[in-house]
């Protein structure tokens, strides 16, 4: 099943980021460490274009801090972007967000010129929290689930700074199916988009390929983690749901239950610091995605009914006869 979720106040938001882009000198995009790469909006990255953009690896906390150092690596070799990792609930690294933005644009700065910055992310990435930790209040919504900001809020840091904060923004259609799993998994999308169980399943598949021992430490599983890795990846799920006490009358799995059991505890970082992707690895699935989407849509087209040629108009054909003899 394919997670797709773009809920209609974001049609509003895209409407009125397009607008506001126009006077933004730095734009921050928050990323979800965990997933960097599928947390990125390829919406934003269109409508932002050649503006400054500080890529902030938020959650670095609950993510895999050599995958952080890939995906930091990865972003600071791109042009016109600065990128670093933050866990929006400690206040000294979120005050470099300023001095970061006033990197990126030197030429801005001081009352006559104050330098315009826009944060931006997907739901739930605790751009909220990151901007109550800056300001040092409550200036911003905060809560665990998706969608809470849906009106763009202005908060000042300095004399000569100040934030526009836009509500949370997916993009119309995801294409890239591990992108709308651990959007999902990571708690971005609304409930109603996805199955816990599915989701749940491809959570555990990168586990046990990337951190088993995590795994067995965390729910107590026997045996080595070579069999862990290797176990199906349902049969796995019904052992964790036994753990978690995720069960029916009669003593039977719920695997509905065991999905949102692990799903629980991969957000709360429960499990460990874990990152699903590698810089390589979303390469590769974009890749993958962009070509299924592209044939998807070749094949739309041959499909497509052509056009009828219209009727030669009265006298055409006599005068074709006589150009003809």
Sequence with gaps: MSVQWFPGHMHATLKALRERLKAIDVVIELLDARLPGSSANPLLAELIGARPTLKVLNKADLADPVRTEQWLAHYNAQPRTRAI?????VPGPARTLVAECRRLAPHRGGMVKPLRVLIAGIPNVGKSTLINTL??????????EPGVTKQEQRVVLADDVYLVDAPGMLWPKIVVPESGDWLAASGA????AYDE??????LLRVLQADYPGLLAARYRLGGAVEQIAAEPA?????AIGRKRGALLPGGRIDPHK????????FRAGAIGRI?????????????????AEAERQAQRAQRRPRPQAAAPAAGDDDRAGDTLR
């Design 85 to 89: 990792a933050l866990h929006a609930h």
């Design 135 to 144: 300001v040092g209040k409550r200036a911003a919504k905060a809560a665990d």
């Design 189 to 192: 999308v609304g409930r109603n």
């Design 197 to 202: 169980e599915e989701v749940a399943l491809a």
């Design 234 to 238: 349902h049969e796995l799920l019904a």
């Design 258 to 265: 065991a999905g949102e059991a692990l799903l629980a505890d």
């Design 275 to 291: 990152t699903l992707e590698t810089p390589q690895a979303f390469a590769t699935w974009r890749a993958a995605a962009e070509a």
